[in-house]
């Protein structure tokens, strides 16, 4: 990688996310090179100093030392991802340039006195994304006060830096967000486009209903873990018209198909994950009937479904492109021929053969003789990316003596098929593997 890197004089983007990228590459990027600019006048340069786009989120083999020399190389930066990186605050102070529009820390240990600073020196940023990030609140115990625990002044800076300085498209919020971090975050939001808060926020009531007021150009809405109720989601859906996205999963409160009676022709997806296990064939009518142009589907957690939803689904919402559809009851009992008739259908979590599938999950146990056809290596197929999950049964842990030990399945293995233009690859790994880590 070192060595294509040092080809590209004039490399402009690096988006190498996942990837083996580390020292060497850090080390192409920064040596000097020889060149002229347009007045033919020689100049000498590394070739981090011209980076505009910069993803190198997950590339384990960049420690902080790589990554302070890597970002106190760069000045033209507009989009950098550092997601689930060893990136410091140390390294992130590095950063030169003031053109940042795009910054991703999510998953990493960076303080919020060290992105303050950045955010200072970057007052263009539009998106950031700081999911994750379990250092931007600390406390600290108070000799003064008999122990007691109170907030470090750098506690809001975040918001406030936000606050004072920019004007976001998107954002996406984790550990120590708050009700009040949404006040203090009102004067950068008020563009907002996408929403995203993830563990660790607790926005609250207060928070949400507030939010078509606060952000009234929201496209998507993604909540994660978020105390939510029908009158929240009813004030989202008659305020919030050009939404498109709208992702519930992992929320706490009660809610009900009447939270979803709004007529939304502009929702294009649609992820209800954990949050309505009440949900029958009648409800899933009418979402078919209140989110007609539903191109992406994403239920988990629905046991009351059975084989007709199938039917429902693929009636109420033909133009589907991508369907997921987990621990939904017996909905795959006797098969899935009724999802063929979602032509344009890209993306399923279930058995299927439709000519434009590109990537598939499957679990073993849904397959109703035993076993998986695979199209042979020979045969022309769009399919590149296969996920087989292997399951085993385990005993619950909570037992009684009066009662027999429940049993449970639980993920064992996963078989990946990867398809390319000269062969097919096959392994077996233990992590669940799904079609989003291909996204």
Not at 232 to 238: A, G, L, Q, T, Y
Not at 296 to 316: K, V
Request: glycine share 6%; proline share 3%.
């Amino acid at each position: 990688m070192s060595d294509l890197i040092c080809r590209c004089l004039r490399l402009k983007s690096i988006i190498l996310c996942h990837t083996s990228f580390g020292l060497n590459s850090v080390l192409a990027l920064c040596s000097d090179f020889h060149g002229y600019d347009n007045t033919t006048t020689q100049i000498s340069e590394s070739l981090a100093f011209n980076i505009q786009t910069l993803h190198i989120g997950n590339c384990k083999g960049v420690d902080e030392t790589s990554l302070l020399k890597l970002l106190s190389e760069t000045q033209m930066l507009k989009s950098l991802c550092l997601r689930d990186t060893h990136i410091t605050d140390r390294a992130l102070c590095s950063l030169r340039g003031s053109s940042l529009e795009m910054l991703d820390v999510s998953n990493t240990m960076v303080s919020g006195e060290a992105l303050a600073h950045i955010i200072y020196r970057n007052t263009g940023l539009k998106c950031l994304r700081v999911k994750g990030c379990r250092n931007l609140f600390r406390c600290k115990c108070d000799a003064t006060t008999m122990g007691e625990f109170s907030y470090l002044n750098s506690c809001g800076e975040v918001e406030i830096a936000l606050g004072k300085t920019c004007r976001l498209h998107e954002i996406s919020l984790g550990w120590g967000f708050s009700h009040f971090s949404m006040e203090a975050l009102k004067p950068a939001i008020t563009t907002l486009r996408k929403l995203t808060a993830g563990l660790g926020s607790s926005l609250g009531e207060a928070a949400l209903v507030q939010l078509p007021s606060a952000c009234p150009i929201l496209e998507s809405v993604a909540l994660y873990f978020q105390v939510i109720s029908d009158s929240i989601i009813v004030n989202i859906m008659e305020s919030l018209r050009n939404l498109q996205v709208l992702a519930l999963c992992y929320c706490f409160g009660d809610i009900s198909i009447a939270a979803f009676k709004f007529f939304m022709p502009n929702l294009r997806k649609l992820q209800l994950e954990r949050v309505n296990p009440w949900m029958t064939n009648e409800d899933l009518v009418i979402l078919t009937q209140s989110f007609p142009n539903l191109a992406e589907l994403s239920l988990l957690g629905c046991p009351l479904l059975d084989s007709d939803s199938q039917q429902i689904i693929s009636h109420g919402w033909p133009g589907l492109l991508s369907i997921h559809l987990e621990e939904c009851g017996s909905i795959t009992e006797n098969g899935v021929s009724s999802l063929l008739e979602c032509v344009a259908l890209e993306d399923l979590l279930l058995r299927h053969n439709m000519p434009l599938l590109r990537q598939v999950s499957l679990d073993l146990c849904d397959a109703s003789e035993g076993y998986l056809d695979i199209p042979p290596d020979d045969k022309k197929s769009y399919l590149r990316f296969v996920m087989i999950a292997r399951c085993k049964s385990m005993e619950c842990g909570l037992a009684f003596h009066c009662l027999e030990p429940r049993r449970k399945r639980v993920h064992k293995e996963t078989l990946l098929l990867v398809r390319t233009s000269e062969n097919v690859m096959r392994r077996v790994v233990k992590e669940r593997i799904g079609c989003r880590d291909f996204e």
